[in-house]
């Protein structure tokens, strides 16, 4: 099978380099199953019905979030008629929505998608560690699942390496989010996984991790209340990690990184040429 998954889309710039690339993306490579962060999607902060609905639109079989969870209200409610959109899943009991999804693809096959969150420099929330064991157990890749895409929401690199050896073996992807930065280290771990510490963000690279620059740099400058933070108004460009995995166990035969558009130097899976 053929994954891509792309790190979290930040406003307006990151949603149109999705609209406009994926759908081409989608048939140009073949892609079975389409994972996309998009907790910043909302001009930085959250996600609201309509930009998750045109997300999937354009091509995402799922889509997951983090701790700008619940930015706009409105998430609270539509989380929950709305499968394809997850929530970390260590949040506490009771928290709306779901963390784990087994998602039916276009190309018909079976997806287990796993958001969760890390807990250094984190909000405390519950174990990561067991709360994505529970749903491995109960969906285990290869029976249940024909891939398993694990987006590892955290800021400590420590803490996301942690969790790919932790899943090694067990899952198709193990990919982190949330620093807006992509990573270097895409590979495939010695089980099988395949291994991303930041998928990095869809979004305007000419900026501070997808905001206009200049409130940025000035917070760090003077310590007054300014202006709010608002999205980079450059082209986007999109970011992540395309797996190719083995059809029979489910796990990653080879990895590429994904940077297409301006800002980054840009690179794609050769071998799906
Ligand atoms: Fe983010
Ligand atoms: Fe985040």
Redesign the pocket.
């Known amino acids: 099978m053929r994954l891509l998954f792309l790190?979290?889309i930040?406003g307006r710039p990151g949603r149109n380099a999705v609209i406009e690339r994926l759908p081409g993306l989608r048939d140009r490579w073949r892609l079975d199953c389409v994972v996309i962060?998009g907790?910043?999607s909302a001009g930085g902060f959250g996600i609201t019905e309509a930009i998750c609905d045109e997300i999937l639109a354009a091509g995402a079989d799922a889509i997951t979030l983090?701790?700008?969870s619940w930015d706009q209200r409105e998430t609270l409610v539509f989380i929950e008629r709305q499968p394809r959109l997850l929530r970390p899943v260590n949040f506490p009991p009771g928290t709306p929505g779901r963390g784990a999804n087994l998602i039916d693809t276009r190309s018909g096959a079976r997806v287990l998608v796993v958001n969760v969150m890390g807990r250094l420099y984190m909000d405390p929330l519950d174990d990561p560690f067991a709360a994505v064991d529970r749903e491995l157990e109960t969906c285990p890749l290869g029976q249940v699942a024909d891939a398993i895409i694990v987006d590892v929401?955290a800021e400590a690199t420590s803490e996301k390496e942690a969790m790919g050896y932790h899943l090694d073996g067990r899952a198709s992807l193990v990919v982190g989010?949330?620093?807006?930065v992509p990573t270097a280290d895409h590979r495939v771990l010695p089980g099988g996984t395949a291994y991303m510490s930041d998928a990095g963000?869809c979004g305007d690279y000419d900026s501070v991790?997808?905001m206009q620059k200049e409130e940025a740099i000035r917070r760090f400058l003077q310590k007054t209340p300014g202006t709010r933070l608002e999205p980079g108004l450059g082209e986007g460009t999109l970011s992540g990690i395309a797996v190719e995995t083995d059809d029979r166990t489910g796990l990653a035969r080879r990895v590429a990184a994904v940077r297409l558009g301006p800002n980054l130097e840009e690179t794609w899976p050769r071998f799906w040429d």
């Open positions: 790190g979290d930040v962060n907790e910043n983090g701790n700008h929401h989010t949330h620093t807006h963000m991790l997808g």
